[in-house]
């Protein structure tokens, strides 16, 4: 074979080893699950999914819920994520809810609403209570993933869109909504560094900030580690940016060990448009080296103009994929588009 042959034959696989079509971009859709779900919602569900290229639903629900929605999902090919309440948590013991600057404890006082019970994150026995309910979820066959949400304290500060909501303009971290205060942080962060930041200006005090920080990420990295012994993935519902999770709600989740982080880029709650997407989703491509996708919130899109240009926003920010909340507000024209991106 001549030279000229074997260069010639070299062009068209390289040529043609970039014809590839491009991937696609995953597409899930999150949703509630009820023990009164048929099964015949459940195949009429998956069915609807699988028809459109949705392939992925973060179901939330207890593990009897959940097993049924990945058996009747299974031969539709879609992949079924456990979402999971973590350290917000309706069940959780009183003494382990979290307590903000002004020393009022969950357990005595409400944040917001009323189901808010956000679980102390250093406390050991909270720590395994969540781990326990995630490795029970972990056990069921065929799940893909478990999916954990409120992964972190109670909101500091509120988006600017919901504030009004409850009659604040957060200008700054009011300290009855500054959580993390428990006196088991307390003392921990003394024994590491010699003084309780209660003493010094707590509001302010970068070192103490990171340090509540410090235990949501080391309670999820130690889950992840737990979660893939098990042969599952592990994926969260996070605040737009790593930067706004850190100020709005001491989440650090550009430090976690996620297969996929889904950041809930609830533009309206910001008062934002869709070019705000595109931007956020450059921030979190550039911020972590695991695949993101872009959560989107449907009623905050009227029409069927508004619902394109959201998705595209997002795909034109990197994102690798499209969630959107939540499964039973998409009506046909929604569906009709997401085929198209399949």
Known sequence: MTTRIISLIFIIIITLSGCTEPESPELAVWVHGRETTTSAEW?????????????????GGNPTIIERAVNHAIPYHVNVQAWIW?????????????????????ADSMAYVGYYKFMCPILP?????LKNKVLELSEIEGLQAIHLDYIRYVDAILPVGLQPKYGLDQYEVFPEYDYGYHPAMLKAFEEEYGYN???RDAANDTLWLQFRLD??????NEIVEEVHLSGKQLTAAVFPTPEMATRMVRQQWNHWHLDRAYPMVYHNFYNEDNAWIEKVMKENKAAVDFPV???????????STEFVSAIQSALRGGADGIAIFEAHGLKPWHWSYLKTLK
């Open 43 to 59: 195949d009429s569900l998956f069915s609807m999914m699988s028809e459109h290229g949705v392939r992925t639903a973060l179901i």
């Open 293 to 303: 996708s872009c959560g989107l919130y449907l009623p905050a899109m009227k029409d």
């Open 86 to 106: 973590a350290l917000n948590r309706g069940d959780a013991k009183p003494e382990w809810l979290s307590v903000n600057r002004k020393g009022w404890s969950l």
């Open 197 to 199: 930041p209660l003493d």
């Open 125 to 129: 026995e909270a720590r395994q209570f």
């Open 215 to 220: 235990q949501v990420t080391t309670l999820v």
